[in-house]
């Protein structure tokens, strides 16, 4: 046991990727993870990413509970909250991960791929923020870790609605780190540049190279990369942190 060990950490979208990847950065006996997912598209298949998922944090000797629960609706949100709280009765860290793409060109994009985004990717952590910030400022302590990108500070051609979801969560991310700063409670943000999972799998060739070429470090991201500085700003050493964007970008973003 560490002195981080004894807490409930809530990480959504953590069924596959880098949220998979941060449930399993957590995992130490004494700690307790809930995750969510949701893919309507593949219902089966998600539920044994997240059986892998819950095997792992398991192997690791914590404590694992996965839940089919969509961030972008309101009573799911607030019904997964209330299942860690009967659980547990207490949340420690909240890690907003989950995040889609429906990328288009601005001319072309549709009315219903920005509405999308912008509900997973923003409107989801507000939900979230909420719901674990009202539990963490009764306790007088919790982190937030919000999974933001570099292309909400930078911009990217062909995801108007992704990097207005990451610029805006970016704000997000400051203003709760001052509303509740005085709770005990800091929130701050991760922008990753290019990390492999099945995000990024899908990228066509010429994209992929032209990327790694803007990567000083000269190599594509890996989850764990990610989740180790999420553990981080979870941590002890993270106390007097609040309202900062880390980039995790190999040197994509200075
Ligand atoms: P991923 O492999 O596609 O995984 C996304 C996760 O989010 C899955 O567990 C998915 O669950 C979950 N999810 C999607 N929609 C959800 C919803 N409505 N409610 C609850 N969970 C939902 O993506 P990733 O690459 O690990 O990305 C994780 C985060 O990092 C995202 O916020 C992404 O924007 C950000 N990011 C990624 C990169 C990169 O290069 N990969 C770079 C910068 C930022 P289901 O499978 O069940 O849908």
Redesign the pocket.
Known sequence: MTENSDRTVVV??????????ICKAFAEPGTRIF????????PE??KA??EETIALVRQNGAEAQGM??????PA?VSQFFDQVMEATGRVDVLV??????RDALMARMKEADWDAVL???LK?PFLCTQAAARIMAKQRSGRIVN?????GVIGNIGQAN?VAA?AGLIGLTKTAAKEYASRGVTVNAV??????????AGLPEKVRTAMLASIPLGR??S?ED?AGVVRFLASDAAAYLTGQVLHVSGGMVM
Do not use: H, Q
């Open positions: 959504t979208g953590g069924s596959r990727g880098i949220g998979r990847a995750f969510n997912y949701f893919s309507p598209a593949d298949g998600e990413a997240a089919w629960a969509n961030v972008a609706v799911e907003n991960n989950a995040g889609i793409l509900s997973v990717n989801g999974m933001a990108s570099v292309v992704y990451k922008a990753p540049g290019f990390i492999d999972t099945d995000m990024t594509s991201g989850p990610v």
